[in-house]
């Protein structure tokens, strides 16, 4: 299996911060990432598919980068809507992969 | 406008097989490229990928729990199901079904269902 780390695990910021996540893949898996936000007792929401396109709707201060198997959301100016927790899945081979999840305080 | 809903018991017993049901619409799992996943979160953790079918009947599923998962499609052409045998109290968490978009990525979810799995 694929692992996927994500860094932080967790981070507090502040309305108006620029946050970065990280997440890592175990092996090359090809820009097959994307990322999901999550509130709290709520589904996943796609928000970036394939490293770097952005989903509808999605506000531009999400952007998404790759460096390797190294791969990062970048969130410019954090909102108080952003307060979430942040999931990359690869989808390179089976199985689907998931990382632990970055969860986003304030 | 496409929806995915996520049906089933709340609660089964140690042992118990559990069958999951995604209704959806707005697609159709006929078309060329589709595909319904499941996915589930235990309270407080990750999300973990459970299966996939595709449209043209392709059904990868995860091979730590391969021989415990059936995902198939439905009786009516709306609806996939997932099954899951010999059900443990830590298969407790959220379901959810999920349309695979044309990138592979989950584009659009259910609001999942929480199983309980308690004697």
């Known amino acids: 299996d694929i692992q996927m780390t994500q860094s932080p695990s967790s981070l507090s910021a502040s309305v108006g911060d620029r946050v970065t996540i990280t997440c890592r893949a175990s092996?090359?898996?090809?820009?097959?990432l994307h990322w999901y936000q999550q509130k709290p007792g709520k589904a996943p929401t796609l928000l970036i598919s394939?490293?770097?396109h952005l989903q509808s709707g999605v506000p531009s201060r999400f952007t998404g980068s790759a460096s390797g198997t190294e791969y990062t959301l970048t969130i410019s100016s954090l909102q108080p809507e952003d307060f979430a927790t942040y999931y990359c899945q690869q989808s390179y081979s089976i199985p689907r992969t998931f990382g632990q999840g970055t969860r986003v305080e304030i | 406008q496409i929806t995915l809903k996520e049906s089933g018991p709340t609660l089964v017993k140690p042992t118990q097989t559990l069958t999951l049901t995604c209704t959806f619409s707005g697609f159709s799992l006929s078309t060329s490229g589709v595909g319904v996943g499941w996915i589930r979160q235990p309270p407080g953790k990750a999300l973990e990928w459970l299966a996939l079918i595709y449209w043209d009947d392709d059904k990868p599923t995860s091979p730590s729990l391969k021989n415990r998962l059936t995902i198939s499609r439905g009786t009516s052409n709306n609806q996939v199901v997932l099954t899951m045998t010999n059900m443990d109290p830590v298969d407790t968490a959220t379901y959810y079904c999920a349309l695979r978009g044309n990138t592979d990525a989950y584009d659009i979810w259910g609001p999942g269902t929480r199983v309980t799995v308690s004697s």
């Open positions: 394939v490293v770097s």
């Open positions: 092996q090359t898996i090809s820009n097959y």
